[in-house]
């Protein structure tokens, strides 16, 4: 076991040029599955985004735009400041553009933070883009299990890539299900033990009182039951990996014998007489933070040969495409979902990250296979909301009115028409009061006015029924959209565009 006495930590691969981000698009789904993943990354101050331009591509591969007949011809435009704020000016044509899942029209103001934390739209109700930075060019360094394209995933490769090859120790630090286990046994098949397994324990299973038989061995007679002598985990793992996971919660008791074999590679099996050598290389993972009293200090140090945090689901929506694609597999295995319920899954927080998109996406191919229409509140058990960060509340504020607290949280299949009409008449008909009201989601709220009888969208309603309407209420969008049984938002859009063919 080699001893290292720093502590090294990868940085993060260098940004664009003159120290800023890089704009990024990336398609997190589209009616074409072979085109998930593509990316425009680019530092240009003016961007216009329509069916035909920009060039969408992978690393290595010929560029293609969007392409998709539900795309718009008029462009999308993006405008960037120097302080890094973006403007997106939509185009005044029929196409349906959702951020986040709310509808959208006009302008859209997002400051640095607010791209940062990766904006989802979604045009056409067909093809999903996510908005975001990115610190590098898009390149290919595969790694086994670690799929993504943004620039976390690719800094992540990055750094499995770089200490893969050597016998640092290495601490992964990440939320529950953010993927250690599979970094840890990235970074063992691509190092010079690949010939030899990986033994992996988790260390909150282990007993206090067998702790140190479990880690070390043990010899016949060293307790009661041991009637034999007794190979430890460090023995099995000799000349190969060992991966000691939630090391957090490794029994006081045995993590000064971590530091001695992690400073020497010696080690004492219980009730031996002679020390023994151990030469397995250690990879170590917690979700939680050591600097505290309660873990010991000095094995801390010895730990952080090499540290690898891994980012949450929530901090790169921009895979979220990817990831379906690579935990359902492509061809003709990725079921048909529709671009609505991937809207909701890119715009979720993940508590459980991609460990629970991974058992969610299981559950929602299984309902398609069988026929189903599947609904992220169905898949998911959806616990109260936390405080949205600041970023997202600012992404929020681009596109939302401002709502009253929320209602308890309701399936939509419990709703009613009656109920789903009355709460759109209380409230001015605006999609977002409404689906507060009801205790839904935005998305789920849209699905329930597609599906209902005495809702239209404005866009299928005749012109010259939207002119007599708006005639009649002096130009009161919501007293017009009230007579019509129409959203405020999809009216408001609809008058626009039509004035502007006058």
Request: hydrophobic share 45%; with cysteine.
């Amino acid at each position: 076991m080699t001893d290292s006495d720093f502590t090294l930590t990868s940085p993060l691969t260098a940004p664009g040029a003159a120290g800023r981000p890089l704009l990024a698009l990336t398609i997190v789904w589209h009616p074409d599955p072979a085109r998930i993943g593509d990316q425009y990354v680019g530092d240009a101050g003016t961007l216009e985004l329509n069916r035909y331009a920009p060039q969408f591509s992978r690393p290595g591969e010929a560029g293609l735009p969007l392409g998709h007949g539900g795309i718009s011809r008029e462009p999308l435009r993006f405008t960037r400041t120097r302080e890094d704020a973006l403007t997106v000016t939509l185009p005044a044509s029929r196409m349906t553009v959702e951020l986040n899942g709310a509808p959208a029209s006009g302008s859209l103001q997002f400051d640095a933070a607010a791209v940062a934390a990766g904006q989802i739209l979604t045009l056409g109700r067909a093809v999903v883009l996510c908005l975001h930075w990115m610190t590098c060019l898009p390149r290919h360094n595969p790694v086994p299990g670690l799929a993504g394209v943004g620039s976390a995933a690719i800094a992540l490769r990055d750094q499995v890539r770089m200490v893969a090859p050597t016998d640092l120790t290495v601490l992964l630090l990440g939320e529950t299900g953010s993927g250690k286990e599979i970094a840890a046994r990235a970074i063992h098949a691509l190092g010079a033990r690949r010939a030899g397994k990986l033994v992996a324990v988790n260390m909150a299973a282990l007993n206090e009182s067998l702790a140190a038989a479990d880690l070390f061995g043990a010899s016949r007679g060293a307790y009661t039951g041991a009637q034999g002598e007794r190979q430890g985990l460090f023995a099995e793992a000799d000349g190969a990996t060992l991966f000691l996971d939630e090391i957090g919660n490794a029994p006081a008791g045995v993590q000064p014998m971590l530091l001695r074999v992690l400073e020497g590679g010696d080690y004492r099996p219980l009730g031996a007489s002679q020390d023994r050598r151990s030469t397995a290389r250690l990879i170590a993972a917690t979700d939680q933070d050591l600097d505290s009293a309660a873990f010991n200090q000095a094995l801390l140090r010895r730990l952080e040969g090499f540290t690898i945090q891994l980012p949450p689901l929530r901090a790169r929506r921009e895979d979220i495409g990817v990831l379906i694609v690579h935990l359902l597999g492509g061809g003709a295995a990725l079921p048909a979902l529709p671009a609505s319920l991937v809207t909701e899954i890119a715009c979720h927080d993940w508590p459980g990250n991609v460990r629970q998109l991974a058992h969610t996406l299981k559950r929602a191919a299984l309902l398609a296979a069988n026929g189903g229409v599947p609904q992220l509140d169905q898949l998911v058990r959806m616990a109260p909301a936390p405080q949205a960060s600041a970023a997202r509340q600012a992404a929020q504020a681009a596109s939302e009115p401002a709502a009253q607290e929320a209602a308890p949280r309701r399936k939509p299949s419990t709703l009613s028409d009656g109920e789903v009409l009355e709460a759109m008449a209380e409230n001015d008909w605006n999609i977002q009061a409404a689906a507060r009201a009801l205790g839904i989601s935005r998305p789920s709220m849209y699905k329930l006015l597609d599906g209902h009888a005495a809702i239209r969208w404005a866009e299928r309603i005749a012109p010259e029924e939207i002119a007599r309407a708006m005639a009649a209420s002096g130009d009161d969008v919501a007293r017009a959209a009230s007579a019509l049984r129409t959203p405020t938002e999809s009216l408001r859009r609809e008058v626009r565009r039509l004035r502007e063919l006058v």
